[in-house]
Every structure is written in structure tokens, then in C-alpha cells.
């Protein structure tokens, strides 16, 4: 598929998934049910990060059992984590930064990839392969909100999605920016919840933060 193909797939999934929730899954068994919530509560995309030994597992397991679900693979940092990631059958592939390696490899990769840039020389590192869509990471600490109003000007026709540190209140805001396309982050499935196995408070923090994100769509 080419790049072109792949900022088509990138603007389908996040024209329907505003808010991206990014998972890290300490046990296996737990997939399935917070799959379930997080559905319950609105969201049918997800992000899987490759931080803990369920991940793969996880997103092999929702493939195959949740197959509606359009999900990710996220903290991929190689090229040896991204072939693991496709193998298992994730739909992206997102990165917290950039290296030749992983742009490279985006290029001829059935599923997109979304690099993690922090700064404008990144940014042209992506841009220079052909990328125009990526991660802002971290956000809250690179410039949030600032950096993507500063960017917006040389930048155009390149959107992001911003994840890293942004705390639920400020989504809003940050999905104001045209070139914002979603916003990431662990708070529609947070530790704790996992932890406690509260699937109905996570559904409830799903249809919360989605509620909060269309009332901004319509400002
Ligand atoms: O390493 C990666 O590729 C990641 O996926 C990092 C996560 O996107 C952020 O850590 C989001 O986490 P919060 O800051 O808790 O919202």
C-alpha cells in the first residue's frame, strides 16, 4: 500500500475515532472484557503499546475475536517489535519516535504507520519520505496545544495526533486545531480501572470523554 493509500486509511480511522485510547495491558485475560468496555462506552479503535509481555496476545486475540474493532499497535521501537505487530495482526502501527528504520519500513508496510515526532526537524525527517500524518509525542511536555498552532504554519497539510501527558479537560481544546486529527491517551482505560477490573467505569469514561469530543466538533 502506499503512503498515499495509507494517509487515506489514517483520515478514515480518526475521522470516526476522535479520541484514541492508548492500552497497556498487564494480563492476557483482561483483553477481551476491557475490549468489551471500551465498545460499550463508543470506541471501536484502540491502541495496544508493545510495553508489556500480553501485547501481542492481546491484539492477536481482538483480531480474531473482536475483528470489528480496528486495532493498533503502539511503543513499537524496531523493526524486529513492527514485524511482530503486523504478524499479530495490528491495523497501525504507532511509534513514539522517529529512526530510518521504522520510516523505511512504513513505505512498504500493508497497515500504516504513524511516526512520534517532537520537534520540526522530525517532522521534515518524516516529511522527506513522504509522511504527513504523525504523532505529537509527548505532547503535553513538547509544546501541547503552542507547538500545533506554531507547526500549523509551515506545516500545512500535516496533522497529528497528540498524545503523551494530555490530561481528559484539555482534549477539547486540542481537537479545536485543524491540524489535529484525534487525540491519544491512557485515560479512557487507565491503570487503575484495568487493575480493579471495572469495565462498567471504564464504558462510563469512554461515553464521557466521546460526548465531550463531539460537543467540541459542534462549537
Ligand atoms: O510509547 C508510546 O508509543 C506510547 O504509546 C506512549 C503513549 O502514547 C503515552 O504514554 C500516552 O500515555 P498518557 O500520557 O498516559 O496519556
Redesign the pocket.
Known amino acids: 500500500m502506499s503512503l498515499a493509500e495509507h494517509i487515506k486509511t489514517l483520515d478514515r480511522i480518526f475521522a470516526s475515532a476522535r479520541v484514541l485510547p492508548?492500552i497497556s495491558l498487564r494480563r492476557a485475560e483482561d483483553a477481551l472484557p476491557l475490549a468489551d468496555a471500551l465498545e460499550a462506552g463508543g470506541v471501536t479503535t484502540l491502541?495496544i503499546?508493545l510495553?508489556t509481555s500480553s501485547a501481542l496476545g492481546a491484539i492477536a486475540q481482538l483480531r480474531r475475536d473482536r475483528a470489528h474493532l480496528c486495532v493498533g499497535a503502539?511503543?513499537?521501537l524496531d523493526g524486529r517489535q513492527y514485524q511482530l505487530a503486523l504478524d499479530a495482526g495490528a491495523q497501525f502501527i504507532?511509534?513514539?519516535g522517529c529512526t530510518e528504520e521504522l520510516l523505511t519500513l512504513g513505505l512498504d508496510s500493508p497497515v500504516p504507520l504513524l511516526p512520534?515526532v517532537a520537534t520540526a526537524s522530525e517532522i521534515l525527517q518524516g516529511y522527506r519520505f513522504g509522511y504527513r500524518r504523525f504523532?505529537l509525542?509527548?505532547a503535553e511536555v513538547c509544546g501541547g496545544i503552542g507547538a500545533l498552532k506554531s507547526f500549523a504554519g509551515p506545516f500545512a497539510g500535516i496533522r497529528f495526533c497528540p498524545?503523551?501527558?494530555?490530561a481528559r479537560h484539555k482534549v477539547p481544546d486540542y481537537l479545536a486545531l485543524d491540524n489535529v486529527m484525534g487525540v491519544?491517551?491512557?485515560?479512557m482505560a487507565p491503570a487503575e480501572l484495568i487493575a480493579q477490573q471495572d469495565w462498567a467505569g471504564i464504558t462510563r469514561v469512554c461515553k464521557e470523554s466521546l460526548a465531550e469530543a463531539a460537543a467540541d466538533l459542534s462549537r
Open positions: 492508548v491502541e503499546t510495553r503502539g511503543t513499537i504507532v511509534t513514539p512520534g504523532k509525542y509527548p498524545t503523551g501527558g494530555v491519544g491517551g491512557t485515560w
